[in-house]
């Protein structure tokens, strides 16, 4: 199975996504994620990642244009109030509107505990879905 997350930078919710996903789908799974309009990892997924054990310093944002859509068996976008990136073709499609952790004013712990709540919830959704594909 060939899974791809897409929001609009690919900066934080879609990276936190990829490194739960690889995660939770230890190796049985192809994970990646993509933006429509890439820009760099935020440092603060990159923290909230790090404190469940999961290292996305190596990651880079990465665009949605350079991802090949033939073998994709999933594509789920991740954009609440934004207008998220599509992936052409019948690859089947899951929509999870979480907003974006990044755009929470306040710097330092308020802006990091929206990280960690977001984070919770796609690890939520995932785990989820696991579930869902073994049905």
Same mark, same amino acid.
């Given at each position: 199975?060939?899974? +791809? ?7 934080a =919710?879609? &990276? ?5 996903? =690889? &995660? ?12 429509? &309009? ?14 469940? #054990? ?16 033939? #073998? +994709? ?12 990136p ?7 499609k ?11 004013k ?18 939520? =959704? ?10």
């Amino acid at each position: 199975m060939r899974i +791809l997350f897409l929001c609009v930078a690919n900066s934080a =919710r879609s &990276q936190m996504a990829e490194g739960l996903a =690889r &995660q939770i789908f230890a190796g049985k799974a192809t994970i990646e994620s993509a933006g429509s &309009q890439p820009s760099h990892v935020n440092p603060y997924a990159v923290a909230a990642m790090k404190e469940i #054990g999961i290292d996305l310093g190596s990651h880079s944002s990465k665009s949605v244009d350079d991802i090949a859509a033939e #073998g +994709l068996d999933l594509v789920i976008t991740l954009c609440a109030e934004e207008v998220c990136p599509m992936m052409p073709g019948k690859t089947m499609k899951i929509h999870w509107p979480l907003p974006d952790p990044a755009a929470v004013k306040e710097d330092g712990e308020p802006k990091l505990q929206r990280f960690r709540e977001i984070r919770d919830l796609i690890r939520e =959704r995932i785990l989820a879905l696991k579930e869902d594909l073994k049905s």
